[in-house]
C-alpha cells in the first residue's frame, strides 16, 4: 500500500471516518465529502506523517465529481484505489407510496454517483494500467425486505455496475468487488433502533479490514466479487 493514492468518498461518515483512519496509515488519502467543516476536522485529525487532501463535493454532481477528481490527480499525480462509501438510505414505504423524488433521491446517490466516479476515475488506472475499486452496496440488495424497495434496487444496481466494471477492466489490471453488508454498528443507527439487538451487528472497523485487505497485493487475484457481511 506504501505510495499509492486512495480517494474515499463519504469520508466523514461513520464507516467513511474509519476506513480513512485505517488507509492513513499507509497510504495518502484524498477525502471526498459534502460538508467542509467535517472535512476540515478530518484534516486536522490523527497523527499520520502521510499528506491527507479533503476535497468537497456533491456526489450526484458530474461537474463537481470530474473537478474533484482533476484535483486530486493534480495534487497527488494519481490515483490507484477508489473506495465509494458514499450514499443514503430511505425506507418505510410500499412501492406504491414512494415519491418519485425519493425514488430519484436514492437512484442518484446510490447509483449514479457510483457510475460517476467510476467513469472519471478508470481513466487514470487505465493509464498506469493498475487500480481497484471499492463499491459499498448492502444485504437490502441481497435479501429483499418489504417497504424498501427504492434502496434495495439501488444497490442491487450497484451490485450489477461493479460486476460490469470488472468484466470490462480485467484486461486493464483493475480489481473491482463490493461489500453488501447488515445493519452497521454506528451511533446513528443505535439512536435509530435502540430497542434493537444490536450484539450482531457489523462493526466499521471489520469492513474497513476487508476494504484494506481487498485493496492490498493479496486482493490483485479478486475481482467481481460481492463480499457479503450480514
Known amino acids: 500500500m506504501k505510495n499509492r493514492t486512495v480517494v474515499i468518498t463519504g469520508a466523514t461518515g461513520a464507516l467513511g471516518g474509519t476506513v480513512t483512519e485505517l488507509f492513513r496509515k499507509d497510504s495518502q488519502v484524498a477525502a471526498i465529502a459534502r460538508d467542509k467543516e467535517k472535512l ?94 471499492i463499491t459499498i452496496s448492502a444485504m437490502a440488495a441481497i435479501q429483499q425486505k418489504p417497504n424498501r424497495a427504492a434502496y434495495a434496487i439501488s444497490k442491487s444496481g450497484l451490485l450489477t455496475l461493479t460486476k460490469a466494471l470488472a468484466i470490462e477492466y480485467k484486461s486493464d489490471n483493475i480489481q473491482v468487488n463490493s461489500i453488501a453488508p447488515g445493519i452497521i454498528k454506528t451511533e446513528s443507527n443505535i439512536d435509530a433502533m435502540p430497542d434493537a439487538d444490536h450484539s450482531g451487528w457489523i462493526p466499521t472497523q471489520k469492513i474497513a479490514q476487508t476494504i484494506h485487505y481487498l485493496c492490498s497485493e493479496q486482493g490483485d487475484s479478486i475481482t467481481g466479487t460481492v463480499i457479503e457481511m450480514p
Open 40 to 133: 476540515s476536522l478530518l484534516e486536522h485529525s490523527g497523527t499520520s506523517p502521510l499528506p491527507i487532501l479533503t476535497v468537497a463535493a456533491d456526489i450526484t454532481s458530474a461537474e463537481q465529481i470530474k473537478m474533484a477528481i482533476s484535483n486530486i490527480i493534480q495534487g497527488f499525480g494519481s490515483i490507484d484505489i477508489l473506495v465509494h462509501i458514499a450514499g443514503g438510505f430511505s425506507g418505510g414505504k410500499s412501492i406504491a407510496d414512494t415519491d418519485i423524488d425519493t425514488w430519484d433521491a436514492m437512484m442518484n446517490l446510490n447509483l449514479k454517483s457510483a457510475f460517476l466516479f467510476a467513469k472519471y476515475v478508470l481513466p487514470e488506472m487505465q493509464k498506469q494500467k493498475h487500480g481497484k475499486i
